[in-house]
């Protein structure tokens, strides 16, 4: 069981990107709290954004107003929607499926860099 995470890249302060991740089993997304984090060069990984299995979604505060998560269960994909990217938001983002309320270990996928130039 994999996720995959895509779409990074470089932008100017002001500019968009739309993350993804796909994961490769149809249930993880749909039956799991799905997230993404960030992890900036020399800072611990932080929360981003969070959806629920019935698509309920919480922010970070850093994230509130500017970025957008979402899924397709028919995709097995989750997005992630950033408007208005600052230099601050300079990270290796990663997703993250939470299954611990399944009694299942938890998963990460691989990074995708994002580089937000001023």
């Known amino acids: 069981v994999q996720l995959q995470a895509s779409g990074g890249g470089l932008v100017q302060a002001g500019g968009s990107l739309t993350l993804s991740c796909v994961a490769s089993?149809?249930?993880?997304?749909?039956?799991?709290?799905m997230a993404w984090y960030r992890q900036a060069r020399g800072k611990q990984r932080e929360p981003v954004a969070r959806?629920?299995?019935?698509?309920?979604?919480i922010y970070a505060d850093s994230a509130k107003g500017r970025f957008t998560i979402s899924k397709d269960h028919d995709k097995n994909t989750v997005y992630l929607q950033m408007n208005d990217l600052k230099p601050g938001d300079t990270a290796v983002y990663l997703c993250?499926?939470?299954?611990?309320?399944?009694?299942?270990?938890?998963?990460w996928g691989k990074g995708t860099q994002v580089t937000v130039s001023s």
């Open positions: 089993s149809t249930s993880i997304v749909s039956d799991n709290y």
């Open positions: 959806i629920s299995p019935g698509h309920t979604a």
């Open positions: 993250y499926a939470d299954r611990s309320a399944r009694g299942l270990e938890s998963l």
